[in-house]
T-cell receptor, first 113, second 113 residues
């Protein structure tokens, strides 16, 4: 069975601080995909990134960066110089084979002005 | 514009009154799925469909029905809603099993009183 753990239920930081959201996954498959989604207060789910298990290069997109480490089964997400617009619930998710996309329970991030 | 359209966005109903939440996608995707989101539980899959006339249960199918008569539509049916089905529901589609990530609808917030 596959599983995604987001141990941080809620995080609050002051604007402009850096913040890292943790994601730990479990899967027996060697080929799998990891995702991050953002859910702003309006409720929709916004795709942020997809990473396959063979690509361990870290990714940077503007203020966002992702650290994928197979050795620790982690796929952490860092926001640099956080802004109020980053306030949202963030979900990490895992997929392999023909199985469903399995989500973590989410981390609610609040950026304090 | 490529999108998944869910209706209604908000619905309040009474226990036992049958309802249908519609979902339609315009991307010719084979794979569609329904999730429910509850606080502290993340998103859990209700039903999914690999193609027309092919549907299968997800993690929490009790109390729900689906049909896939056409490729673009995947309605979620609650024959006899109960208060424990109060939740935020998402429809999603993908061009393959979700290795490439889902496109999500905007969500339907259902309250059963």
């Amino acid at each position: 069975a596959q599983k995604v753990t987001q141990a941080q239920t809620e995080i609050s930081v002051v604007e402009k601080e850096d913040v890292t959201l943790d994601c730990v996954y479990e899967t027996r498959d060697t080929t799998y995909y990891l995702f991050w989604y953002k859910q702003p207060p309006s409720g929709e789910l916004v795709f942020l990134i997809r990473r396959n298990s063979f690509d361990e290069q870290n990714e940077i997109s503007g203020r966002y960066s992702w650290n994928f480490q197979k050795s620790t089964s982690s796929f952490n997400f860092t926001i640099t110089a956080s802004q109020v617009v980053d306030s949202a619930v963030y979900f990490c998710a895992l997929h392999f084979g023909n199985e469903k996309l399995t989500f973590g329970t989410g981390t609610r991030l609040t950026i304090i002005p | 514009e490529a999108q998944v359209t869910q209706n209604p966005r908000y619905l309040i109903t009474v226990t036992g009154k049958k309802l249908t939440v519609t979902c339609s996608q315009n991307m010719n995707h084979e794979y569609m799925s329904w999730y429910r989101q509850d606080p502290g539980l993340g998103l859990r899959q209700i039903y999914y469909s690999m193609n027309v006339e092919v549907t299968d249960k997800g993690d929490v199918p009790e109390g729900y029905k689906v049909s896939r008569k056409e490729k673009r539509n995947f309605p979620l049916i609650l024959e006899s809603p109960s208060p424990n089905q109060t939740s935020l529901y998402f429809c999603a589609s993908s061009s393959s099993p979700p290795a490439y990530g889902y496109t999500f609808g905007s969500g339907t917030r259902l309250t059963v009183v």
